[in-house]
């Protein structure tokens, strides 16, 4: 498996992928529209010639946010979110990115997982965030600390 940055040809299959996973799906000139966006990072996980998943985040003045993470159905349980969860975070640590936020429907057990095994926290909720259906979203974060010699709090 290797991870590109999402080019133009990928766009189409990506939107299919949208449909699957999302009750509001990107569309494909939405993600078109990535491509020349200097604050996103989108991300193609690729097998030979084959789209296994992708992932998207926007980076601001240190802070990044995750957009969108997706995996067609039958890569799942191989690892491909995590690897294109780590690319995102090089990427925002390279940004010079504080931290990388995302949220997530509180029924999602399965991204929570993962995003509690990477060194995400829960950091809040937003009521009824989703709305088809309309669901609660739990926000994580994941801070990036750099430990500087002489820095108090890095010796606790």
């Not at 990107?26 to 200097?38: D, M, T």
């Not at 780590?86 to 940004?95: N, P, Q, S, V, Y």
Request: proline share 4%.
């Amino acid at each position: 498996m290797k991870i590109i940055p999402m080019e133009e040809e990928h766009t189409k299959k990506l939107a299919e992928l949208e449909k699957l996973c999302f009750s509001r799906p990107w569309s494909q000139s939405a993600l078109k529209e990535e491509l020349e966006n200097p604050a996103a990072v989108f991300l193609t996980a690729m097998e030979k010639n084959e789209i296994l998943g992708y992932a998207g985040m926007h980076c601001a003045w240190g802070e990044c946010y995750l957009d969108n993470i997706a995996v067609f159905p039958k890569h799942r349980r191989r690892g491909v979110a995590k690897v294109l969860l780590l690319a995102l975070e090089k990427a925002a640590r390279e940004r010079n990115g504080e931290f990388l936020s995302l949220e997530v429907r509180a029924s999602n057990q399965g991204a929570i997982a993962l995003y509690e095994a990477m060194g995400f926290q829960e950091a809040g909720r937003r009521k009824n965030f989703y709305t088809v259906p309309k669901e609660d979203g739990l926000i994580f974060t994941k801070h990036f600390s750099e430990e500087k010699p002489g820095d108090p709090e890095a010796a606790t």
